[in-house]
């Protein structure tokens, strides 16, 4: 019959080992306490305020995507001292809800950037505290002496120009922070935030220019000449009407003559004949309708002569007045 296997115990391991008569439980709490030590101490609140008078920014009332750039807005807030010693504050105002860039979400589903400044010429952006330092905040004082209790301060609100998106009403939400500072400028508590919505309303607007040989002219701002030269019948010339929009649009010819060129001073008229895009169109009066909007729609007009055998020489003439409008 096999005799069981008698099993001895092992020598104890370098790292079972531990000093004699010190419990485990010492060796734990040494540690902890050598943990705790290396944590800096954090600076001691020593005053208390609270922001007011502002809820809502604004940076552009109503936006148009073709105009210069617009003039930022400023908006105040307010500092309210409270209690405490004198109060050195710093205001950080963070990137909004979409990500780490300012914009405005619009129910259209496009996207206006924005931005926050401490100067109206736009070159010190606002920000939170970062590095913990006031460096992009907007800092100052309040105290509790006569005169001194609250302290109103501000920042410039931006839209870039040049933003080609869907006529909308656009939205984002910012977290303004009030921070207690010290002397050096560093942050020492939270006093206060407050959540401030961002809102702006692009409106609806479309830009065209008329395009003869490559010379381009603002449609609201001068007269473009399509010249035929000595007249045939059956010469043609075309020309393009570009139209850049945030909204369909509509497009309206109206000619002067009812679609002739006319000699005035003989009083004889020169038929012709005009497409857009392909399409025959009625000079005499024709309003065309787009529905839809992009950075640049080109449509191409072509104008083609009647028959010129029967009238005498002379020069011949027509004005064609487009109008281009939103709708």
């Not at 000699?263 to 005009?274: C, D, G, K, L, V």
Request: charged share 10%.
């Amino acid at each position: 019959m096999q005799q069981p296997t008698r099993l001895r115990s092992a020598a104890a391991r370098p790292s079972d080992a531990r000093p004699r008569g010190v419990p485990l439980w010492a060796l734990l709490a040494l540690a902890l306490l050598l943990a705790l030590a290396s944590v800096p101490a954090r600076a001691t609140q020593t005053c208390y305020a609270q922001l007011s008078g502002l809820s809502q920014v604004t940076p552009v009332t109503s936006y148009d995507p073709f105009a210069a750039l617009q003039p930022p807005t400023y908006n105040t807030v307010t500092v309210q001292y409270i209690a405490g010693s004198n109060c050195l504050f710093g205001i950080g105002i963070d990137s909004g809800l979409w990500s780490n860039t300012r914009r405005m979400l619009g129910f259209s589903g496009n996207w206006l950037s924005y931005d926050l400044y401490k100067d109206g010429a736009l070159t010190q952006r606002v920000g939170d505290y970062g590095t913990g330092n006031a460096s992009n905040l907007i800092t100052g004082s309040v105290s509790n002496g006569r005169g001194s209790q609250t302290a109103t301060t501000g920042f410039y609100a931006s839209v870039p120009a040049g933003q080609l998106v869907g006529a909308s009403y656009y939205f984002d939400q910012v977290t303004v922070t009030l921070y207690q500072l010290n002397s050096a400028g560093t942050i020492v508590a939270i006093m206060d935030s407050a959540i401030v919505q961002v809102r702006a309303t692009v409106r609806t607007s479309v830009s065209a220019t008329v395009n003869v040989g490559g010379v381009r002219s603002n449609l609201a701002a001068s007269t473009a000449n399509v010249d035929f030269g000595e007249l045939t019948t059956g010469a043609s010339r075309s020309f393009d009407l570009e139209v850049s929009g945030n909204t369909g649009y509509s497009v309206t010819i109206q000619s002067q003559n009812g679609g002739q060129l006319v000699n005035s001073a003989a009083n004889t008229r020169i038929p012709y004949s005009m497409t857009v895009d392909g399409r025959g169109v009625a000079a005499g009066g024709t309003t065309l309708n787009y529905y839809s909007y992009s950075s640049l729609d080109r449509h191409t007009f072509i104008i083609v002569i009647g028959d010129v055998t029967k009238v005498i020489a002379g020069t011949y003439t027509d004005y064609l007045l487009m109008t281009v409008t939103a709708n």
